[in-house]
């Protein structure tokens, strides 16, 4: 398959390539890690043309046999000589067995510049955090944005388009796929998920009851940036008949967090400025993945998948992003980077005066002078009198725009 270029992570590695750390790509599975790796490969054989490069990729066969650390690091030490420029590529490193210890040695001897990719956030937080802390950099790859969307699929921006994207997705192998195959769509967003709950929960966290499993993740889909609270989801599980613990759900969105498939979105008390602990919202890594654990259901979703796309639009930019919390409302994200705040509402159509106030009313009593924004879906899209310094834009536009 030809590579399509992502340049923001290509730049993003080159800027710290060689400056005593390793490089850990990191993300959910199949969001386009392994072939970020195959483009940085191309990008040293450009620009380091008298480097040694050691690309390992353990889906290949030729790589089969390294299995543990000490064969990775003897492959490494065989083919990088000391002393040289070198690097070390190596894609989905959890599957060698003490990996860490390979790469540690490597690391401490200034062998090479190691950049490597893996699935899961455990591997990386225990592991890695636990024999090498201090000495990698996690560079987060995530799905196609909007406008690498449009790229990858060859599409022109347009209404019809952003459609596409919010019910598709942004999965970089739904390439080879036409919007209009839905049941081919299907299939293979069921298949990544699959692999993710079999390989990066299911096994790893030796987890028995799966359909229990199953039924509290399509509980977070249905439920997409609506607060969850662990004793709601026990009090709904045992309505269904199923007997589940506090502790229970406390483990499994704990391991949906792991693997990246839905991560917690806490929420921020904007007058206090504190952190709150409790009901947390949660937003998916791929919002097709989501509309598929809800079977497609757009017509009663779509102002649920325009706030999962516009969280990830934020943190592919480099935010921090939390819910915002008022005494009398709430702001759906506070993006915070460095000296750089932004406030974001999103609805879906601005169809009312009632929705108007509530939308453009809870940024109005925020009391500083950052940008406040509220998307939404509305043919056009422009400010109110009555609500000077809010800026009302159209998805799409919002999309487009680097903050």
């Avoid at 690097?87 to 040695?105: M, T």
């Avoid at 790893?204 to 940036?225: H, I, K």
Wanted: hydrophobic share 40%; with cysteine.
């Amino acid at each position: 398959m030809e590579l399509i270029p992502r340049p923001q992570y290509i730049e993003k590695i080159a800027g710290l390539i060689n400056r005593g750390m390793m490089l850990i790509l990191v993300g959910q599975r199949r969001v386009g890690k392994s072939k970020v790796l195959e483009l940085f490969l191309d990008w040293l054989t450009q620009n380091r043309p008298e480097a040694n490069v050691v690309y390992i990729n353990k889906e290949f066969q030729e790589f089969r046999d390294i299995v543990t650390a000490e064969q990775l690091y003897d492959y490494a030490v065989a083919r990088l000589p000391e002393g040289n420029e070198n690097y070390l590529l190596i894609d989905e490193v959890q599957d060698v067995e003490n990996y860490e210890n390979a790469l540690r040695s490597l690391h401490a001897e200034n062998r090479c510049q190691v950049i490597a990719t893996g699935s899961n956030a455990y591997i990386f937080s225990s592991e890695l955090g636990t024999h090498i802390a201090g000495r990698y950099i996690e560079i987060k790859v995530y799905n196609l944005s909007y406008l690498e969307f449009l790229r990858f699929h060859n599409m022109e921006d347009s209404d019809e388009a952003l459609m596409h994207y919010l019910t598709m997705g942004g999965l970089p192998g739904l390439l080879t796929f036409k919007p209009e195959e839905q049941s081919q769509i299907t299939d293979y967003l069921e298949g990544v998920y699959n692999t993710i709950l079999v390989k990066d929960i299911v096994r790893r966290e030796n987890v028995r009851n799966v359909a229990q499993l199953e039924n509290v993740l399509r509980l977070v889909a249905d439920n997409t940036g609506k607060p969850i609270s662990i004793t709601n989801v026990v009090r709904y599980m045992t309505s269904r008949g199923e007997k589940i613990s506090g502790e229970t759900v406390s483990n499994y969105l704990k391991y949906l967090q792991d693997a990246f498939l839905a991560i917690p979105v806490v929420r921020y008390d904007i007058h206090g400025k504190v952190l709150l602990e409790t009901n947390n919202k949660h937003y998916f890594s791929d919002h097709g993945i989501r509309n598929y654990l809800c079977d497609f259901n757009m017509r009663g979703s779509i102002e649920k998948v325009m706030e999962n796309v516009v969280w990830n639009h934020l943190r592919r930019q480099g935010f921090k992003v939390t819910v915002g919390n008022l005494r009398a409302g709430e702001i759906d994200f506070v993006a915070t980077k460095i000296d750089k705040r932004i406030y974001v509402q999103v609805a879906y159509l601005l169809a009312s005066d009632d929705t108007v106030k509530r939308e453009f009313g809870n940024l109005v009593s925020i009391k500083d002078n950052y940008p406040k924004y509220v998307v939404s879906m509305d043919p056009v899209a422009g400010g109110f009198s009555e609500y000077p310094g809010i800026k009302h834009i159209r998805l799409r536009e919002f999309l487009k725009t680097e903050f």
